[in-house]
């Protein structure tokens, strides 16, 4: 165990990236309300991506750009970096996309808190949701 | 022109959809030429798979490897068209073009206006090519890729109904698979941190030198990728979001959701653990023992709960959880034979369940009912539809002669030659369910009197697109010769690496 | 009052937010942004506008059609370049090898199609953000 802690330290971005994914799983998973389900799953993805960038990261290294650096520095890996752009980009139209969803459903229900949203389906809806489309 | 086409193919079976997708959009006034555009565009993704297949058959077992942009691996993304990937091809642009046929002329009941439709259209399409992709890519983060596009699309197609259930199921299945893919793409980046390649073929090989020395990240990185892609693939405890999906999506939508969508995820779980985590790997974490184990809970559990269903969209979806049982099952017995009953019985349930959800929507249109106990009569009033319900039931239950029995024949036989008991006791308990919770419905639909209203018939394209999906269930139950074969090598591949 | 001083900061604001948009999206091969975080600020600066002067000024500035008509050609425009090669028998999205002058690293016209590729992916982004934006404030009202 005093031998986890000095690793622990050292790792710290994963360690952080840890415990915003534990967070987040935990929101979305439990919290009754939609905006807070969606905030949990945008910590959850901020950790992924921390993980994959520290995972580039060499301590010492100089950004990867060609024209400002000296021949001789060590480049940091790019590869992390350019993979969480695709990563940011979805997880950006995935909130655009549920932020649309849940304006639509607090039109219809009222309410953004699901607890009450299951609370009021039978009233809104009819008994079991559809009879027809 | 032929030369240029042939040496792209791989490429073409995915960029066809997508292109014609793109191009859709302004034109949302003119929808007769949307939709004769959109089944061009499924109708070229399967001319191009056939294709594709009858070029990697000249090849006799070595597979079609294109660089995009020319970078080899590891500096580009690499598209290998092999047995599996010409397999999977065939199956989802095969399903996909009946289903494109259904939903001619009938979707502006079920979704609304003129442009919501052409969404429509976009989002299938889209859906198409990424499966598509999802067949021929041996790129780690190219598979993240492709599932992010299913997932969005498939989104987009369950909340196209105006209806707020849709909504509900939408944002259900929106939360829950960003959650899977979250983890997936945790698994893709402990597999690069632990090999340092991002294409599949790499880092396997450097996989089964380096696991040894990192239990526990391996271990990590093996339960994200399951996790992440058994939320998405609605394995048994996980599948919570699909009845609701499902069952609210429009029944073009539901088709392809449950007969392909579900099933492309489990491809990319069996690349991943086949191809890049490898067979003594997954021995030595008991990885297999797991994938049945959560298999033959799901054949029971999804079968059990379709019996309680009253409405038969949700019935179908709950079944299509207790087949997503099988196909893990078969995944996890790790032999030839059980993977090849495990892919046969992939692509025919996606024929079958497309078949039984387009039956059910064009029942539900015309009559306007959903609940079982209220389709008495059908069967003599709309014969072709319930004709085909009728087939694709029997191929779902697996009687002999249609294509549901060779799958889960080879499922047995893998299972006895694996040596366990449990999946042959769960596969024939499977059935026997199946049977229990279709037969009523065929028997409400045959032998009750119907009811005096006149019911507004399917038109020419719904029926044209139901006696295809009907026909290839018998085609394949009967003489599954080459498709079987095709299954075959295609499980050797796989097994290649075990 | 407030409105007043949120128009005239915009008005003196705004066109810089949108040049310096285009200006990270050409840079994409030079500088870190590229083509996406390029896009998604020009859109933003759209956002404002439509914000603080009104939804109606805002769609009078981008109306749905052009709205409709960038979002699919920005896309087909990249298919476009990734088709470069291929009359030339290299696969789809060949840079180098389509015999695409590269030019020298650093300045602005290098990496070949990259540029061009982030052209098209940056309008198209903008477009979807500003589609986005009057999607949800349509539903709102």
Request: with cysteine; glycine share 12%.
């Amino acid at each position: 165990m005093n031998e986890l802690w000095p690793r622990l330290l050292v790792n710290y971005p994963y360690l952080a990236a840890a415990i915003l994914f534990v967070i987040g799983t935990f929101t979305v998973l439990t919290h009754p309300n939609l905006f807070k389900k969606l905030l949990g799953i945008n910590i959850m993805e901020s950790a992924i991506f921390l993980t994959f960038v520290a995972s580039g990261n060499i301590r010492g290294g100089v950004a990867p750009i060609r024209a400002t650096a000296n021949a001789e520095a060590v480049y940091i890996n790019p590869l992390p970096s350019a993979l969480m752009l695709t990563g940011i980009v979805v997880s950006v139209s995935v909130t655009a996309f549920a932020l649309a969803l849940i304006v639509r459903l607090y039109r219809v229900y009222g309410t953004t808190d699901l607890r009450r949203i299951v609370v009021r389906r039978k009233e809104v809806t009819g008994d079991d949701g559809f009879a027809q489309g | 022109m032929t030369a240029l086409l042939r040496a792209n193919l791989p490429v073409l079976v995915v960029i066809a959809p997508l292109f014609i997708a793109f191009i859709l959009t302004p034109l949302a006034r003119r929808i007769r030429l949307v939709e004769t555009l959109a089944f061009l565009a499924t109708v070229l993704g399967l001319g191009a798979a056939g294709h594709l297949a009858t070029v990697v058959f000249a090849r006799k077992g070595s597979p079609f490897i294109y660089q995009l942009g020319g970078w080899p691996p590891p500096w580009g993304i690499e598209l290998v068209a092999g047995n599996l990937g010409v397999f999977f091809a065939l199956a989802v642009t095969g399903v996909s073009v009946p289903v494109v046929l259904f939903a001619r002329g009938n979707l502006t009941a079920e979704v609304g206006d003129t442009g919501r439709v052409t969404r429509f259209y976009v989002l299938y399409l889209l859906l198409v090519g990424a499966l598509a992709g999802m067949a021929v890519t041996n790129d780690l983060f190219n598979v993240y890729v492709l599932v992010e596009v299913v997932t969005l699309s498939c989104c987009g197609l369950v909340s196209a109904r105006r209806h707020p259930r849709a909504a509900e199921a939408a944002f259900t299945y929106l939360i829950l698979a960003t959650l899977g893919s979250a983890f997936v793409l945790g698994g893709i980046g402990l597999i690069y941190m632990l090999t340092g390649h991002l294409n599949m073929g790499f880092a396997g090989q450097e996989l089964g030198r380096v696991w040894p020395d990192y239990p526990h990240t391996v271990l990590l990185a093996v339960s994200f990728v399951i996790i992440g892609f058994g939320v998405k693939a609605a394995v048994f405890p996980l599948h919570v979001w699909l009845p609701d999906a499902h069952a609210t999506a429009p029944s073009p939508a539901s088709a392809i959701l449950s007969g392909l969508a579900v099933k492309g995820y489990l491809l990319c779980l069996l690349k991943f653990l086949y191809g890049v985590f490898g067979g003594e790997l997954l021995r030595e974490l008991a990885v297999h023992r797991i994938l049945t184990l959560l298999g033959v809970a799901g054949i029971i559990a999804g079968s059990l709960l379709a019996l309680t269903q009253e409405e038969l969209k949700r019935r179908l979806a709950y079944s299509t959880v207790a087949q997503v049982g099988y196909l893990v099952l078969g995944g996890g017995l790790l032999n030839a034979t059980g993977l090849t009953g495990a892919l046969f019985f992939l692509a025919s349930h996606a024929v079958i369940k497309a078949t039984l959800f387009l039956a059910a929507g064009a029942i539900q249109a015309a009559t306007g009912k959903s609940r079982i106990r209220e389709l008495a009569g059908v069967g003599r009033k709309m014969p072709l539809t319930m004709a085909a319900f009728t087939i694709g039931s029997c191929g779902l239950i697996g009687l002999p002669l249609f294509s549901g029995f060779i799958g889960k024949w080879y499922l047995l036989v893998g299972s006895l030659e694996a040596g366990m008991i449990l999946p042959v006791v769960a596969i024939l308990a499977g059935s026997v369910l199946c049977a229990a919770y279709l037969l009523p419905v065929i028997r409400t639909a045959y032998f009750r009197p119907a009811p005096a209203v006149a019911w507004r018939d399917p038109g020419r394209p719904q029926k044209l697109a139901l006696l295809l999906l009907a026909t290839a269930v018998v085609v394949l139950g009967v003489r599954p010769g080459p498709f079987l074969e095709l299954a075959r090598k295609a499980a050797a591949e796989l097994m290649a690496f075990v | 009052m407030r409105d007043f001083i949120l128009k005239r900061a915009a008005a003196l604001i705004l066109p810089f937010i949108f040049v310096y948009g285009i200006y990270v999206i050409l840079h994409g091969a030079v500088s870190p942004g590229g083509s996406f975080a390029g896009g998604i600020i020009v859109g933003l600066s759209f956002v404002a506008f439509a914000t603080i002067y009104g939804i109606e000024k805002g769609k009078a500035k981008l109306p749905e059609q052009v709205l409709v008509w960038t979002e699919s050609y920005g896309t087909l425009w990249y298919g476009l370049m990734g088709m470069v090669g291929l009359g030339r028998g290299v696969p789809f999205l060949a840079n180098k090898l389509a015999g695409v002058d590269l030019g020298t690293p650093g300045t602005l016209a290098s990496g070949g199609l990259i540029p061009l590729i982030g052209l098209g992916v940056g309008i198209r982004v903008a477009s979807t953000i500003v589609t986005l934006f009057f999607t949800m404030m349509e539903e709102e009202s």
